[in-house]
């Protein structure tokens, strides 16, 4: 629960009124910036619409418009949290969970992860001949592109759903109440990505438990952030899935074939119930590492 003191300095109250505030906040300005890139998009190409030879949804999604909305969205999150943190919780960014010093090890354990997982599921999927491989290619420049806009979601969504949204909700909830309330409220917002239907949403809600589970244990980002990264990096600019239904450049390029509850379908690797269970299992796991690392401890100084 919420500390006094944390009370008396807060311009609200309740940390999950907070919480929702911020979502609420970045979701209007998420509908913003879109109408703004749709505006432009529409006035660039009012012929070809007029003619009806042109598609708003792929201009979109393109490799121009792609990289600048997720840059626009993520300078708006990192603004929105900086000031909700300073004039509401009265408090720094830094104090969301950013301290190193003791930490580093549960990053290289974070990074680690996606590639132990993805591997695994890779290894399936091409065992059971789903999925080949076609062609390699690699791109500096899209290289680079890519591993910027991956730090960029990585450090944008964990700040806010894990160092924001879960670090207030636990301070008005219980915390495995706070975990399953911030996981719902990820895969809330990942409705929206194309291919998304229940498989691929219950997976993003397994995610957000997954990453969740550390921040709700540690109070500390880093673990979180270096799997988000690794986990899209490693998906899509390397393994050449799609990461939540969207297409990036990658170095490998692959044809993946078979049933969509074993591929991901159009969602990617993140849709399939090879990613269901794995998630599930690798939350599940770290959840009793922690709590049962916490009872050894309580249990010593009693």
């Given amino acids: 629960m919420e500390s006094v003191n944390q009370q008396k300095r807060s311009f609200f109250k309740q940390g999950w009124v907070r919480a929702i505030g911020l979502l609420a906040a970045f979701l209007l300005m ?13 006035a660039e190409h009012a012929e070809e619409i007029k003619n009806k030879t042109f598609d708003l949804q792929d201009a979109l999604s393109g490799p121009l418009f792609r990289p ?47 590639f132990i997982l993805l591997g695994i599921g890779t290894l399936i999927l091409s065992y059971s001949k789903y999925l080949t491989w076609t062609d390699i290619h690699f791109d500096g420049t899209l290289f680079f592109i890519n591993v910027v806009l991956m730090l960029l979601v990585a450090f944008g969504e964990e700040l806010i759903f894990r160092g924001y949204v879960l670090n207030n909700l636990m301070q008005s909830q219980k915390r495995r109440v706070a975990l399953l309330t911030s996981a719902l409220l990820f895969a809330t917002f990942h409705m929206g990505s194309p ?29 979180g952030i270096a799997f988000h990264f690794a986990w899209n990096f490693f998906q899509g600019p390397v393994l050449g899935y799609k990461v939540s239904g969207k297409v990036f450049g990658s170095i490998l390029e692959q044809d993946l074939q078979g ?44």
């Fill in 195 to 223: 291919g998304a239907n229940i498989l691929p949403l219950i997976n993003v809600f397994l995610a957000g438990l997954l990453l969740g589970v550390n921040y709700s244990h540690t109070r500390n980002l880093w673990f």
């Fill in 68 to 114: 600048l909305t997720l840059l626009a969205v993520t300078i708006i999150g990192f603004v929105l949290v900086w000031l909700f943190t300073k004039f509401f919780d009265k408090r720094s960014v830094y104090s969301l969970g950013f301290q190193w010093q003791g930490y580093a090890s549960q990053a290289g354990v974070g990074f680690s992860l996606p």
């Fill in 30 to 42: 998420n509908i913003v910036v879109g109408l703004i890139f749709a505006s432009y998009v529409m």
């Fill in 259 to 302: 049933p969509a509850l074993l591929t991901g379908g159009k969602f990617g690797f993140e849709g399939s119930t090879l990613c269901t269970v794995m998630t599930l299992i690798t939350a599940i796991l770290l959840e009793w590492l922690y709590v049962s690392k916490t009872e050894k401890v309580v249990s010593v100084e009693l």
